[in-house]
C-alpha cells in the first residue's frame, strides 16, 4: 500500500518498480520476491508464475481497502505463509462489501492463477465497475475530493504539520486542514 501515492488531484500513482520485470504473453517466472501478504499462492511456492500473479496482489489490495484489513496475517516465511493462504477463507465480510465486490474479489483471489482473473478488458466490465469509464485521459480530467476521515459527523482532523514537511505539495491546503505554524 506504501506504493500507492496520491498526486496534487487525488491521482492514484504507483510507485516502487524495483523489482518488476516484463513478461511476454506465456511466459513464466520463478523469483520470489516483494512483500510476502500480497504474495499469490504460486509465487510463494516459487513458481512457475504469470500476471495472474499481480491481479492476486490487486485483490489483496483492494481487500484491504475495504476491510481495513489483510486477507491473511503476515507471517515469518514463505511457506508459513503458504499454509496460511491455502487455509484461510479470503471471502469479504457481507455486511462491509456489496454482493459485486464480493464476487470480484473471490475472482482476485482465487488460488488458481488459471482460474483467476487476469485480464483487464474482463477487470473493467466487472459489475462492480458498472458505468465507470477506465480511460486515463477521461480519468485524468476528473477532479477529485481528498476526505481524511470516513465519518462525516466526526471532528474535523488537523494533522500535525510537521508531518508533511518535505513534501513537494501542501497536502494541508487542498484537504482544507487549518495550518498551524509550529516553527
Same mark, same amino acid.
Given at each position: /500500500?506504501?506504493?500507492?501515492?496520491?498526486?496534487?488531484?487525488?491521482?492514484?500513482?504507483?510507485?516502487?518498480?524495483?523489482?518488476? $520485470?516484463?513478461?511476454?504473453?506465456?511466459?513464466?517466472?520463478?523469483? %520470489?520476491?516483494? #512483500? /510476502?501478504? =500480497?504474495?499469490?499462492?504460486?509465487?510463494?511456492?516459487?513458481?512457475? =508464475?504469470?500476471?495472474?500473479?499481480?491481479?492476486?496482489?490487486?485483490?489483496?489490495?483492494?481487500?484491504?481497502?475495504? %476491510?481495513?484489513?489483510?486477507?491473511?496475517?503476515?507471517?515469518?516465511?514463505?511457506?508459513?505463509? &503458504?499454509?496460511?493462504?491455502?487455509? #484461510?477463507? /479470503?471471502?469479504?465480510?457481507?455486511?462491509?462489501?456489496?454482493?459485486?465486490?464480493?464476487?470480484?474479489?473471490?475472482?482476485? &483471489?482465487?488460488?488458481?492463477?488459471?482460474?483467476? &482473473?487476469?485480464?483487464?478488458?474482463?477487470?473493467?466490465?466487472? $459489475?462492480?465497475?458498472?458505468?465507470?469509464?477506465?480511460?486515463?485521459?477521461?480519468?485524468?480530467?476528473?477532479?477529485?475530493?481528498?476526505?481524511?476521515?470516513?465519518?462525516?459527523?466526526?471532528?474535523?482532523?488537523?494533522?500535525?504539520?510537521? &508531518?508533511? $514537511?518535505?513534501?513537494? =505539495?501542501?497536502?494541508?491546503?487542498?484537504?482544507?486542514?487549518? $495550518?498551524?505554524?509550529?516553527?
Amino acid at each position: /500500500m506504501e506504493n500507492v501515492l496520491l498526486n496534487e488531484r487525488g491521482h492514484l500513482k504507483l510507485t516502487d518498480f524495483g523489482f518488476s $520485470r516484463r513478461l511476454c504473453r506465456g511466459e513464466r517466472a520463478y523469483t %520470489i520476491c516483494g #512483500t /510476502m501478504q =500480497y504474495m499469490a499462492p504460486e509465487v510463494l511456492q516459487g513458481g512457475p =508464475y504469470s500476471h495472474a500473479a499481480d491481479w492476486w496482489s490487486l485483490g489483496v489490495l483492494l481487500f484491504a481497502l475495504l %476491510i481495513g484489513k489483510f486477507p491473511v496475517e503476515p507471517q515469518c516465511d514463505h511457506t508459513s505463509m &503458504l499454509l496460511s493462504v491455502v487455509h #484461510t477463507d /479470503m471471502k469479504p465480510p457481507s455486511c462491509v462489501v456489496s454482493q459485486a465486490l464480493s464476487f470480484l474479489l473471490t475472482e482476485l &483471489l482465487c488460488r488458481d492463477p488459471q482460474l483467476r &482473473l487476469h485480464h483487464f478488458d474482463v477487470f473493467s466490465e466487472h $459489475r462492480s465497475f458498472h458505468g465507470l469509464s477506465f480511460d486515463p485521459e477521461s480519468l485524468q480530467k476528473l477532479p477529485l475530493k481528498l476526505h481524511l476521515s470516513n465519518d462525516e459527523s466526526s471532528t474535523p482532523v488537523n494533522p500535525d504539520p510537521s &508531518l508533511f $514537511r518535505g513534501f513537494d =505539495y501542501d497536502l494541508l491546503h487542498v484537504t482544507g486542514c487549518q $495550518r498551524q505554524d509550529s516553527r
